[in-house]
Nanobody, 116 residues
Framework: QVQLVESGGGLVQAGGSLRLSCAAS??????????MGWYRQAPGNQRELVAT??????RNYADSVKGRFTISRDHINTVYLQMNSLKPEDTAVYYC?????????WGQGTQVTVSS
């Protein structure tokens, strides 16, 4: 019943920017979201945390993206990831997630490719 739809991925040159969006929906009105966030996974690598944000607005970032990425959300159903100063090392599939009533749900992923 819960679906997360991601958008905003693409191909950019190093130093460029992208903004990812993830909209959550459910049968009826979506509610009960405690936290939202983003993970990423590059080929051959483990899925790693990028950023999270709680319903209270507390944010957490991976050291590798601090100062470059910003996570934000509305208080309805959407989480965003503003990615600036992108590096080739940021190339990965980015997955959004929500914690709703204590249960984790994942998006399908969106590809971000940063060229040298």
């Amino acid at each position: 019943q819960v679906q997360l739809v991601e958008s905003g991925g693409g191909l950019v040159q190093a130093g460029g920017s992208l903004r990812l969006s993830c909209a959550a929906s459910a049968s009826g009105s979506i509610s009960g979201i405690n936290a939202m966030g983003w993970y990423r996974q590059a080929p051959g690598n483990q899925r790693e945390l990028v950023a999270t944000i709680t319903s209270g607005g507390s944010r957490n970032y991976a050291d590798s993206v601090k100062g470059r990425f910003t996570i934000s959300r509305d208080h309805i159903n959407t989480v965003y990831l503003q990615m600036n100063s992108l590096k080739p090392e940021d190339t990965a599939v980015y997955y959004c997630l929500i914690n709703r009533y204590g249960v984790i749900y994942w998006g399908q992923g969106t590809q971000v490719t940063v060229s040298s």
